[in-house]
């Protein structure tokens, strides 16, 4: 038997798609956080980022202050941290109990478009309930994997 957690099992590679999609998801929203506070010259966070570098030959108080853009993308990457995580962690364990391809895709793909449009409706600046909405289906996604991978095992 061949191991599910290779690129010959086809559920595994729709995992592996939308994991890679994510983590550069929340990786790249860290750094769209420091090109905004360079951008920006403000938004950092702590005191000894005041300091004289190559980078930073002019520091001043003010840097210090929140910065709307950089505090949004913030914002936006402590979602993801929230969320993509449990995606990943319960994502790989879905793949454990062979769960039929086009329920994986579908679980798969749901999930990286709910975040995307999660992303599109911070930066857009959405309203709470349009946020909440995309953040919710998402985590349903979440929340049905996990239910799944407990009825395989339990049941």
């Known amino acids: 038997m061949t191991s599910l957690l290779t690129l010959e099992n086809p559920v595994f590679v729709a995992y592996a798609v939308a994991a890679a999609l994510m983590v550069l998801k929340i990786m790249g929203q860290g750094w769209m956080t420091v090109v905004l506070m360079t951008r920006f010259d403000a938004g950092l966070m702590s005191p ?87 953040y919710s289906a998402g985590s349903i996604v979440v929340m049905f994997m996990a239910i799944w991978v407990l009825a395989v095992a339990l049941l």
Not at 52 to 57: E, G, M, R
Not at 77 to 105: C, K, Y
């Open 48 to 134: 000894e980022d005041l300091r004289q570098t190559p980078f930073n030959k002019n520091p001043r108080p003010d840097q210090l202050a929140p910065h709307p853009d950089v505090e949004r993308s913030r914002r936006m990457h402590r979602n993801d941290l929230e969320s993509i995580p449990a995606f990943l962690a319960a994502g790989l364990i879905f793949v454990t109990t062979e769960p039929p391809f086009w329920l994986a895709v579908l679980l798969f793909s749901f999930f990286v478009l709910a975040r995307l449009a999660h992303t599109w409706a911070y930066a857009t600046a959405q309203n709470h309930e349009v946020r909440a909405s995309f």
